[in-house]
T-cell receptor
């Protein structure tokens, strides 16, 4: 089925470890986003991309890096995980422009111990 | 963070009731989103609007740009509507509310 696929779905990391979350979409969307969702905080934008080869910071970018080498993939990296990065991470994409809604991935639950 | 405020935080309704969820925002926006998050965690985009009103099935979303307010209405509510409804705005950055948890009782 067409959509946004996130891998992995669950992960437990030790403090200081690194990992990469992968987001893949097959809808030829230009815009892709990484959000984190924490209890009582709502969705917060980490980084986003408006096209292949572009990235930009969102509201909470510290501690994360991203890359968009291919249009269909948007990678979120944690170089040195911290317990404060325990969260549920959602990737989303859309065609961009006004009146266009998002398609969300199913989320990645990350726990940093 | 208070760019987007939703009310109520929690809502319980009987099946068949008309439901309204409110969203107020404090920044100038280019678009407003309504999302639905099911108990399993998946998020679905319901509406994206910048003026007026949109309708999809039993769901209606309205926005008043002058008053910086949007409402999401659900007509003839059903237990399958039980979910968290999230309002978000695009204002340079993207800001989302903390959601309204809706439970519809049979």
């Amino acid at each position: 089925n067409a959509g946004v696929t996130q891998t992995p779905k669950f992960r437990v990391l030790k403090t200081g470890q690194s990992m990469t979350l992968l987001c893949a979409q097959d809808m030829n969307h230009e815009y892709m986003y990484w959000y984190r969702q924490d209890p009582g905080m709502g969705l917060r934008l980490i980084h986003y991309s408006v096209g292949e080869g572009t990235t930009a910071k969102g509201e909470v970018p510290d501690g994360y890096n991203v890359s968009r080498l291919k249009k269909q993939n948007f990678l979120l990296g944690l170089e040195s995980a911290a317990p404060s990065q325990t969260s549920v991470y959602f990737c989303a994409s859309n065609r961009g422009g006004q009146g266009i809604g998002y398609t969300f991935g199913s989320g990645t639950r990350l726990t940093v111990v | 963070k208070n760019e987007v405020e939703q009310s109520p935080q929690n809502l319980t309704a009987q099946e068949g009731e008309f439901i309204t969820i409110n969203c107020s925002y404090s920044v100038g926006i280019s678009a407003l989103h309504w999302l639905q998050q099911h108990p399993g965690g998946g998020i679905v985009s319901l509406f994206m609007l910048s003026s007026g009103k949109k309708k999809h099935g039993r769901l209606i979303a309205t926005i008043n740009i002058q008053e910086k307010h949007s409402s999401l209405h659900i007509t003839a509510s059903h237990p399958r509507d039980s979910a968290v409804y999230i309002c978000g705005v695009r204002s340079g950055q993207f800001y989302f509310g903390t959601g309204t948890s809706l439970t519809v009782i049979p």
